[in-house]
């Protein structure tokens, strides 16, 4: 006999776009200020500007805003990438969505 696929019903409700949404923000936001802190400790945005683009007239407060985002950004890749691998094959393979429609 065939094995028949797990009933959708018996299984845990998905979760909620807003909890997947801020469980990839949140941790990356937090990872983001710890680095950012971390990082501009040694490096001055200003001499940082100097070494990369010396004809842009930034502020230091503005380098600390770009140098927050960026890491950010990279923080949440890394987060939402985690959480792409970690779906369910079944979600991926068998074209179903996590609402349990196909």
Do not use: H
């Amino acid at each position: 006999m065939k094995p028949q696929p797990p009933n959708l019903s018996e299984q845990a409700p998905p979760r909620a776009s807003l909890q997947c949404v801020g469980a990839i923000l949140w941790p990356s936001f937090f990872v983001a200020g710890v680095v950012t802190m971390v990082f501009f400790a040694f490096i001055d945005p200003e001499a940082l500007r100097e070494i990369t683009f010396p004809s842009l007239r930034l502020s230091r407060e503005l380098g600390y805003t770009l140098g927050f985002f960026l890491i950010w950004l990279a923080t949440a890749s890394s987060s939402l990438f985690t959480w792409i691998l970690l779906r369910p094959s079944r979600f991926v393979q068998g074209g179903l969505r996590p609402d349990g429609k196909s």
